[in-house]
């Protein structure tokens, strides 16, 4: 257990309307990432973290942005929510120095 | 990021046979994952590999990365009905990088 909690676990959303999913750890690690699993595609990148205030984008960036003021808390924000963000949203920390990244329970999101 | 080739798509075993599965890519990792996802849960990280040839064993499962950096394997011995799952493997090239995945394998067990 690497200590890793998502918030909302599901949510239902409206074309259009902002949307904010939280991603809350509790043992200090330095990189946290958002990552989207659609079927067929797998786990894409969408943005990570390297430290507070620290992002950068990853492989499907576009419509998303996020925010790390403190530490222990990654936030991913859909501004204006389109059906194709329709997806599960996993979070995920790395252990600094290390490779293996370890998983939250994922959001499932839905956008009409 | 690059997707991993991953093989077989799905797999319907009885309970006591062995399974195989794996992954190629077409970039040099510099570590492997493998992981497995339940439904409705994130992926677990059930085995990493650093180095080409290492050969790993967690239990019944034994994953290996291969020679040329470039794919690994997954064996399960003596399959169980909690085998069932999505396996997915994961190759990175560094610490802070981001995971490149395989589409997953589908693992059905009858008992």
């Known amino acids: 257990d690497a200590g890793i909690t998502q918030s909302p676990r599901h949510k239902v959303t409206e074309t259009g309307t902002p949307v904010t999913l939280r991603c809350h750890q509790t043992e200090n690690h330095r990189y946290m990432y958002w990552y989207r699993q659609d079927p067929g595609h797998g786990l894409r990148l969408i943005h990570y973290?390297?430290?507070?205030?620290?992002?950068d984008k990853g492989e499907v960036s576009d419509g998303y942005s996020v925010s790390r003021s403190k530490t222990e808390d990654f936030l991913l924000t859909l501004e204006s929510a389109t059906s194709s963000q329709t997806s599960v949203y996993f979070c995920?920390?790395?252990?600094?120095?290390?490779?293996?990244?370890?998983f939250g329970p994922g959001t499932r999101l839905t956008v009409l | 990021g690059q997707q991993l080739n991953q093989s077989p798509q799905s797999m319907f075993i009885q309970e006591g046979e062995d399974v195989s599965m794996n992954c190629t890519s077409s970039s040099i990792f510099n570590t492997w994952l493998w992981y497995k996802q339940d439904p409705g849960e994130g992926p677990v990280l059930l085995i990493a590999l650093y180095k080409a040839g290492e050969l790993t064993s967690n239990g019944r499962l034994t994953a290996q990365f291969g020679i040329t950096r470039k794919d690994s394997f997954l064996n399960i011995s003596a399959s169980i009905p909690s085998d069932v799952g999505i396996y997915f493997c994961a190759g990175v090239r560094a610490p802070g990088y981001a995971l490149n995945f395989g589409k997953g394998t589908s693992l059905l067990v009858t008992p």
């Open positions: 973290s390297y430290g507070v205030k620290d992002t």
């Open positions: 995920a920390i790395s252990r600094g120095g290390q490779n293996e990244q370890f």
